[in-house]
């Protein structure tokens, strides 16, 4: 997959089980390798561990004949 430098163009939102959104997981790209994880938080409290992976919420992505991911 050919990746473009800097975050992804949607980044992945997470949830916790207190918050519908508390922020989002971001993904840096340098020269098609992975370079950094920053994760925003929209709440009070800064998290103290990255989120679950059930508890990602994907960006939707349109394609054709195929709704989300």
């Known amino acids: 997959m050919d990746l473009p ?3 992804p163009p ?3 939102s997470h949830r916790t089980d207190a ?3 508390a922020g ?4 840096w790209v ?3 390798t992975m370079q950094m994880v920053e994760l925003p938080w929209f ?5 103290t561990e990255l989120p679950r992976v059930d508890q990602l919420v994907h960006p ?3 394609r054709p004949g195929r709704r989300g991911l």
């Open 30 to 32: 340098q020269d098609g």
């Open 43 to 47: 709440t009070d409290a800064m998290p």
């Open 5 to 7: 430098d800097g975050p």
């Open 19 to 21: 918050e519908a959104l």
């Open 10 to 12: 949607e980044a992945a």
């Open 60 to 62: 939707q992505i349109e």
């Open 24 to 27: 989002e997981l971001l993904i």
